[in-house]
């Protein structure tokens, strides 16, 4: 079976540590997605809606993008998150890309 942008692991699989440090406004999305800011959990993935919040995306856009692997992802128990690491670098292929059809 082909690999795909999804992949599943258990929760407990993740390193503990010290609550992440999060800008306001990615607090604000992680409280209002229903999240507790200071699961450690956090510093490893982008929920859903930070990466909306920082896209200027609606969440269910993002849910659309994650479903066609647009945007790697992973699940966490029963939600689907998505890879700082991964984000942050398709993120900036994402831009290098953009930069390069106006330049």
């Not at 200027?56 to 998505?82: D, E, F, H, M």
């Amino acid at each position: 079976m082909p690999p795909t942008a999804r992949t599943t692991i258990s929760p407990n699989a993740l390193p503990a540590g010290p609550p992440p440090v999060l800008s306001e406004d990615a607090t604000k999305a992680l409280v209002a997605a229903g999240l507790d800011p200071a699961d450690v959990r956090w510093a490893f993935v982008v929920p859903v809606a930070e990466a909306a919040l920082r896209l200027g995306l609606s969440t269910p856009s993002v849910y659309g993008a994650i479903l066609r692997n647009q945007i790697p992802s992973l699940k966490l128990g029963r939600r689907r998150t998505i890879p700082r690491e991964a984000f942050e670098k398709w993120l900036k292929d994402a831009t290098a890309r953009n930069e390069g059809m106006f330049a």
